[in-house]
C-alpha cells in the first residue's frame, strides 16, 4: 500500500474546489430540520439538571442555612429540575417532528432526484 500516494489525494481532495451537489444539500436540508430541537434540548437538558443540583445540594445542608425551611426549598427545586427533565424528552420529540414536516417536501423531492440519476 502507497501511503504517499493516499496521503497526496487526501491532500488533494481537501484543497480542490467543492462543489455544492445534490447529497451536501440534502444533507443541510436535515441538519436544518434537526437542529433547533437538537439545541433545544441540550440547553433544557443543561439548565434542568443544574437546578436539580441546586435542589440537591440545599437538601443536603451543601449550600444554604441547614434549617428545615431550606431542606424543603431544595427538595422542591430538585423535583422542579427533575420534571424539566423529564419532560425534555417527549418536547424534543414534538419539535424534531414538527422540523421535519417542516422540510419534508423539500427533502423528498430532492432524495427523489439523487436517487432518479
Same mark, same amino acid.
Given at each position: 500500500m502507497n501511503t504517499d500516494k493516499i496521503y497526496a489525494e487526501h &491532500?488533494?481532495?481537501?484543497? +480542490?474546489? *467543492?462543489?455544492?451537489? *445534490?447529497? =451536501? +444539500? @440534502?444533507? *443541510?436540508?436535515? +441538519?436544518? /430540520?434537526? @437542529?433547533? +430541537?437538537? !439545541?433545544?434540548?441540550?440547553?433544557?437538558?443543561?439548565?434542568? /439538571?443544574? =437546578? /436539580?443540583? !441546586? $435542589? %440537591?445540594? @440545599?437538601? %443536603? *445542608?451543601v449550600i444554604g442555612s441547614g434549617s428545615s425551611v431550606s431542606f424543603v426549598l $431544595?427538595? =422542591? =427545586? $430538585? &423535583?422542579?429540575? &427533575?420534571?424539566? %427533565? $423529564?419532560?425534555?424528552?417527549?418536547v424534543y420529540k414534538k419539535m424534531l417532528a414538527k422540523g421535519k414536516q417542516k422540510y419534508a417536501f423539500e427533502i423528498m423531492e430532492l432524495a427523489k432526484e439523487i436517487s432518479g440519476e
Open positions: &491532500l488533494a481532495n481537501e484543497y +480542490a474546489p *467543492k462543489d455544492d451537489s *445534490k447529497v =451536501i +444539500a @440534502l444533507r *443541510k436540508l436535515d +441538519a436544518k /430540520a434537526k @437542529l433547533p +430541537a437538537t !439545541v433545544f434540548t441540550y440547553t433544557i437538558g443543561i439548565l434542568c /439538571a443544574l =437546578i /436539580a443540583g !441546586v $435542589g %440537591m445540594c @440545599l437538601s %443536603m *445542608k $431544595g427538595v =422542591i =427545586i $430538585g &423535583l422542579v429540575g &427533575l420534571a424539566g %427533565m $423529564g419532560i425534555n424528552y417527549p
